[in-house]
């Protein structure tokens, strides 16, 4: 009798840790997201040709599964069928990993929504003086001061250089979790569901459309858009929240008040951009 409950105490043990390996969590407004872990899809980032010819070979091309262009660098998703696949697919990897290629998981939220890791964060200061403690940090810490939101003068995006001090998700948090910032969260990019799955999404800080402020409070801002465009703001389910036109000279002013906290869509035309709601 005792040896069966030893046995017992042993399974549960072994899967209660299962478990935890396969999750894992960012912070939002201060509080945990689960995320679970994908074993068989992975990104990989790559800032030149020379990087990118790197994944031209053994079973990379034929495990390939899309391609996200940002302006400077390019992130290449790969996902196994089957454990002979992913065998194969995380000895390729690995060397990656070895010649210092940003290879990293990837992640399903609660809804089910894919999430692919980039190299980008958003981080929030506390105050205005904050910032050359940021740039401390980022210096120290290997990441690059992507840009300042516009309109939001505390938040800024960062990139990772490199995952010597952890993947997206891991270096976010222990941003955050040194207590210098406000926030600290990855930027992951993600398919779209229903409707939105057919359209591009595009990087709006190329064109001339300009949406503020993004995190957004209390009222979302739309700027520059085609006249009389359409817009249309979903959730990660592809649930239809609102819908409103822009004014003649491309503009719209809209509350988001009655929103939870979160990530959604907002879809201007054919371009679709990531928005977060944050009280």
Not at 16 to 35: E, H, R
Not at 152 to 162: A, G, R
Request: glycine residues 4%; aromatic residues 8%; charged residues 25%.
């Amino acid at each position: 009798m005792k040896t069966k409950l030893i046995l017992t105490f042993i399974i549960i043990c072994s899967f209660l840790q299962l478990a935890s390996a396969q999750q894992t969590f960012y912070y939002s407004g201060g509080s945990k997201v689960t995320l679970h872990l994908l074993e068989d899809m992975f990104s990989v980032t790559t800032f030149d040709n020379k990087q990118l010819k790197a994944l031209e070979v053994g079973i990379l091309p034929s495990l390939k599964l899309k391609e996200l262009n940002k302006v400077s660098y390019r992130v290449s998703v790969f996902k196994s069928n089957n454990s002979k696949e992913r065998k194969a697919l995380l000895k390729e990897l690995n060397a990656l990993k070895e010649k210092g290629l940003i290879v990293q998981p990837c992640y399903k939220d609660k809804s089910g929504l894919e999430l692919i890791s980039g190299i980008n964060l958003n981080v929030k200061l506390k105050q205005t003086q904050d910032l050359a403690v940021l740039k401390d940090y980022a210096s120290k810490h290997n990441m690059l001061i992507a840009k300042q939101y516009e309109a939001m003068p505390l938040w800024y995006m960062l990139s990772i250089q490199s995952i010597k001090n952890g993947n997206v998700v891991e270096q976010a948090n222990k941003m955050y979790e040194t207590g210098l910032f406000a926030s600290a969260s990855p930027d992951f990019f993600f398919e779209a569901k229903e409707s939105i799955s057919a359209l591009e999404e595009a990087d709006l800080s190329q064109s001339k459309t300009l949406i503020f402020p993004n995190p957004v409070s209390e009222c979302i801002i739309i700027r520059g858009a085609s006249p009389n465009s359409k817009v249309v703001m979903t959730n990660l389910k592809g649930e239809k929240l609102f819908q409103a036109f822009c004014n003649a000279e491309g503009e719209l002013k809209h509350s988001i008040l009655i929103y939870p906290d979160g990530l959604y869509l907002l879809q201007i035309g054919r371009v679709v951009e990531k928005v977060y709601i944050k009280k």
